[in-house]
């Protein structure tokens, strides 16, 4: 499918559910500006106790206050954000193939101590194989700024002019190499949301798998949203384009996965009312 038939069939699964769908993302932005606030609130708090508190690295993990915030927020987004934002995500699957997503919400809901451990990993582990890939950027990175900028007042040899070289060249070729990565697990969040059990790291050698050869096609459906850029920037705008944009990288999914994709969330559901509604007429 082209770009433009990817948005024509995203305005199609958006008709008629407009209202849903922005009532999402303000729920969504809601949610992140509500810790935002925290944040704040607690550096007020603290500040009128007379306790030192900053979000600066070298407080963060240089004092004990600063790692136990840390450990904190990483609680929370392993336990709070994590499965809001993948029950949004799973919502948002419902409304693109066109289901009641009332029910996957209460499934969801209801069995979030069987599913964290998925969602947690199915969140947390491509993020950590892309800071995995990322990692050897920062040695090109750091080379770039000793040899061009830290060295600049001294007379520059011909091995540190062959470094600051080597060090541009290897930071622009691991720039691709991590971007190309990073496409090629795009699809992960996609596997995991139409498969809740499957296991994480399956989702992640699939999406590869799939994604081989897609790169370039992906990079131009991100290019053909750029012109709305400047719209984005705005709060209201971004409402309306954003919902766009997942319904058509939704419909890319669903082009690139073909017959993978494969909804196994109604049949789930099914056998948990089954089993539930047995238990409760047990209890009777």
């Known amino acids: 499918m082209s770009n433009k038939e990817l948005k024509k069939q995203a305005y199609t699964r958006l008709n008629g559910r407009w209202g849903t769908v922005s009532a999402l993302m303000l729920f969504k932005l809601a949610f992140l500006m509500a810790f935002v606030v925290a944040e704040l609130l607690l550096y007020e708090i603290l500040k009128r106790m007379d306790i030192q508190y900053s979000l600066y690295p070298s407080y963060m993990f240089g004092t004990h206050l600063g790692r136990f915030m840390i450990c904190v927020r990483l ?128 989702a992640c050698d699939l999406s590869v798998r799939l994604m081989e050869g897609q790169h370039m096609r992906y990079i131009g459906f991100l290019a053909s949203f750029i012109k709305f850029l400047p719209l984005a920037v705005l709060i209201y705008p971004a409402l309306a384009i954003e919902p766009v944009f997942r319904m058509s990288e939704m419909a890319f999914a669903q082009d690139v996965m073909g017959n993978y994709w494969q909804d196994k969330m109604p049949a789930m559901i099914h056998r948990w009312r089954k089993y539930a509604d047995r238990a409760e007429n047990d209890e009777q």
């Open 75 to 202: 609680l929370l987004i392993c336990v709070l954000f994590l499965p809001e934002f993948f029950i949004l995500h799973r919502i948002m699957t419902d409304i693109y193939l066109g289901r009641n997503f009332v029910e996957t919400r209460t499934y969801i809901q209801y069995n979030v101590r069987r599913l964290l451990p998925k969602i947690v990993g199915g969140t947390l582990l491509p993020l950590f194989l892309r800071l995995f890939v990322l990692s050897p950027l920062g040695l090109g990175i750091y080379g770039i700024y000793y040899w061009g900028w830290k060295r600049s007042g001294d007379s520059l040899t011909t091995l540190g002019l062959f470094i600051f070289m080597i060090s541009i060249g290897f930071t622009i070729v691991w720039a691709g190499v991590f971007v190309h990565y990073s496409i090629s697990l795009k699809l992960t969040k996609y596997i995991l949301a139409l498969n809740p059990r499957a296991n994480v790291f399956d």
